[in-house]
């Protein structure tokens, strides 16, 4: 009887490899359209580590220095979600408040992909931030929705869909408490095939021309079955952070083919979510070769708004459990916090009693972080959490209490929104703005006009106005403003 041969090398390194257990490690990924967190070896979801991102994406973290330039600046405390870091990173914010300063005024800009019909609570930090900084600055604002997006990007929504997602959403935004008199909205199916968005589109053109496959490939990780249109859609949200593209919003005509560039040359300053910066990555490298160059936009980015399931989780639009929507009941908040709110608490009341909770990983307690106003209430939840005198319950009562108040809030002012007023935000047309009250307003952005170049006012037939035609009407405006300083006078005496 012969003896076996031994095995080979190879054969030992395939028996070896067949039983070795494989890595389920992955790197966190984000970019606009996804979103996933790391995991270790055995396949555990970690963190977001954000630090990680700004260092890879050469971002600047928020630091105490410039919160303190920024109250300097603006007289107003920074919002909390600053102070706490939930807004982190940025870019060039330090410029827009020179410009500030200098200026008085530049470009809010931000926006929203509609994927649902309602938003849920990650959707509308961007817009409370945003709202926050209008308030702050005293400036125009342009908010735009990309149902276009959704619709390349989403393979089974289709463009009736997303268009109706696009008006609803439209009406949430409005129900955050935007001035409507410094605030356009637009919708992109819309807004681009509108008379009004001539100058939008010869700035998207120039841009597409300027911006290579290559490049697009390699911030949104594009490849060659990725459909024309979604590479082709860049160029619109980067030009959308152009202020030439919206002379409307100046006074200008917007029939003229010759963009302004005294529009082209105001900043912008655009609040958003971390994983939106690759398409201003896109803009801030292209924006000077532009034949009227632009400043770079400046941005400021917020982290994500965990998941009900905890760390490394995004709320998706596609998963009800995972967000609390805007729509949802009291009911449907307390059973959503108290079932799939993931807990940093311990196993038993003994334990939890013992060896106290996580407040760090509790996502009660980080919701907490957001809608909380009260800092010493925060660290009092912590301290107590960690030292197990709080219990999850307590954690998780608490943080019911301020979501569904919050809710109802946003529920009450969603119900006052007419398709009136929605009409009203849509409509291009010139907003009214103050600025920096302590620099002096400069004379508005005028242009010569010949023959409907920009600077002319335009009267309701689309042409411009004479000078007599505009005196009548400035006269009009100064008797109108007397009228309501009389009313308002009356009104004041009345009342004492």
């Avoid at 490690?25 to 396949?43: F, L, R, Y």
Wanted: a negative charge.
């Amino acid at each position: 009887m012969t003896e076996p041969e031994p095995p080979s090398v190879a054969a030992l390194s395939l028996a070896e490899s067949s039983t070795a257990p494989v890595s389920k490690a992955a790197e966190q990924e984000i970019n606009p359209w996804d979103v996933q967190a790391a995991t270790d070896e055995q396949g555990n979801v970690l963190e977001f580590d954000y630090e990680a991102i700004s260092k890879k994406w050469a971002t600047k973290l928020i630091d105490a220095e410039l919160l303190a330039r920024f109250e300097r600046v603006t007289g107003h405390k920074p919002h909390r979600w600053l102070r706490r870091a939930l807004f982190f990173s940025h870019r060039d914010l330090e410029l827009i408040l020179d410009t500030y300063e200098r200026d008085g005024e530049f470009l809010l800009y931000t926006g929203r992909g509609p994927s649902s019909d309602s938003m849920h609570i990650g959707h509308t930090i961007p817009f409370e931030f945003t709202k926050w900084l209008q308030d702050v600055f005293d400036v125009p604002l342009v908010i735009m929705l990309t149902d276009d997006e959704k619709f390349l990007f989403k393979e089974k929504l289709t463009q009736v869909e997303v268009y109706q997602f696009a008006r609803d959403n439209a009406k949430d935004i409005i129900s955050v408490g935007f001035d409507v008199n410094k605030t356009f909205l637009y919708i992109d199916s819309e807004f681009l095939t509108s008379g009004y968005n001539r100058h939008f589109s010869l700035n998207a053109t120039e841009f597409e021309k300027l911006v290579t496959n290559n490049q697009v490939r390699g911030a949104f990780g594009f490849h060659g079955s990725t459909n024309i249109g979604s590479n082709a859609f860049a160029a619109k949200q980067c030009v959308a952070a152009f202020a030439s593209s919206y002379p409307f919003i100046w006074g200008l005509d917007v029939k003229t083919y010759h963009r302004s560039a005294k529009l082209a040359a105001i900043p912008c300053l655009i609040p958003c979510a971390i994983d939106q910066d690759p398409y201003f990555r896109l803009v801030r490298d292209n924006c000077s070769r532009m034949a009227q160059p632009s400043p770079k936009p400046a941005l400021i980015h917020s982290k994500f708004l965990t998941a009900l399931q905890g760390a490394g989780g995004k709320m998706s639009a596609s998963n009800p459990n995972s967000a609390i929507f805007m729509s949802d009941t009291e009911k449907q908040i307390k059973n959503k916090i108290n079932k799939h709110a993931f807990s940093g608490g311990q196993e038993t009341l003994e334990l939890h009693q013992e060896l106290g909770g996580n407040p760090d990983i509790d996502v009660a307690y980080q919701y907490l972080t957001y809608f909380e106003d009260d800092d010493e209430k925060l660290v009092k939840f912590a301290e107590e959490y960690r030292r197990g005198v709080m219990m999850t319950g307590d954690m998780k009562k608490e943080c019911v209490n301020i979501m569904a108040k919050y809710v109802k809030g946003f529920q009450e002012a969603r119900a006052k929104v007419t398709d009136e007023m929605l009409e009203e935000f849509l409509r291009p047309r010139k907003l009214e703005w103050r600025g920096n009250p302590k620099v002096e307003r400069k004379p508005e952005v005028k242009e010569e006009a010949k023959g409907g170049e920009e600077g002319a006012t335009l009267g309701e037939d689309g042409k411009p106005l004479t000078k007599n035609q505009m005196k009548k009407l400035a006269k009009l405006a100064e008797l109108e403003r007397k009228k309501k300083e009389k009313e308002a006078a009356k009104a004041a005496a009345a009342q004492s």
